[in-house]
């Protein structure tokens, strides 16, 4: 495991993938102190002022790894992990969200350039942005104040961890973890699709392959591959 740290930068994402096609290596992570134009999923805009974890790493499919996409489940189990470490406690909202008290505290950002997928990871520790559509918090709000590079230190050692595992025991046991961790079967929530239609209904699980389960009204299991999700 090598990090690599520098003052500022406009993505460690984009930084990253350029990296993976000049041959990095996995296990390495790079993390900035300061992200200027960093971005979240659907090309939303991700704040990450110094003091705050803005980092990427870099994972080399191999033929027998499980889905590549997958590897969302991975990281947000990963850091579950991480900042139960510093005391707080947190739950994971699917696709790629942790929240605290149902606030965002950070988020998942996963992009592909052939055998590579780079994994981006931003934290809100020390401080967090108003968001329009929903709540942010950040560990310090929760009285967890971390410095950037002793939290990746815990989250980098918890990633190889459950990538190791999911390589050698398969998606199951990673899918199992994301479950523990969510919030429980039975859970209202609101599925906003890209299409920009919407779908009320009650969490039900994941499927074998990560994808979320909605019981909507009628009674009907519907499998989404892509979407916001909210808590209602």
């Known amino acids: 495991m090598t990090i690599r740290t520098v003052a500022e930068t406009g993505s460690t994402n984009a930084d990253m993938l350029l990296l993976a096609r000049q041959g990095a290596e996995e296990g390495f992570w790079l993390r ?9 999923r659907q090309g939303r805009a991700w704040t990450a002022p110094p003091g705050n974890l803005s980092a990427s790493t870099i994972v080399r499919l191999r033929p027998s790894d499980p889905p590549a996409a997958t590897l969302a489940l991975v990281a947000a189990v990963a850091l579950h992990e991480a900042v139960a470490v510093f005391g707080v406690a947190a739950q994971l909202k699917w696709p790629n969200d942790l929240l605290c008290d149902g606030a965002k505290l950070s988020g998942i950002l996963l992009e592909r350039s052939d055998d590579a997928v780079v994994i981006g990871i931003g934290v809100n520790l020390a401080h967090h942005p108003d968001l329009p559509d929903r709540p942010a918090t950040s560990l310090a709000a929760h009285g967890a104040p971390v410095a950037p590079d002793a939290f990746l230190e815990v989250l980098a050692e918890a ?3 459950w990538l190791a595992r999911w390589r050698g025991e398969g998606l199951a046991v990673v899918r199992a973890a994301w479950l523990a961790a969510a919030y429980p079967v039975g859970t209202a929530l609101t599925a906003q699709m890209p299409d920009g239609s919407a779908h009320d209904g009650l969490f039900d699980g994941l499927d074998a392959d990560g994808a979320l389960i909605l019981r909507l009204a009628s009674g009907q299991r519907h499998v989404i591959h892509a979407a916001d999700v909210f808590l209602l």
């Open 159 to 161: 990633f190889a961890r």
């Open 32 to 40: 900035a102190e300061r992200q200027t134009a960093g971005r979240g």
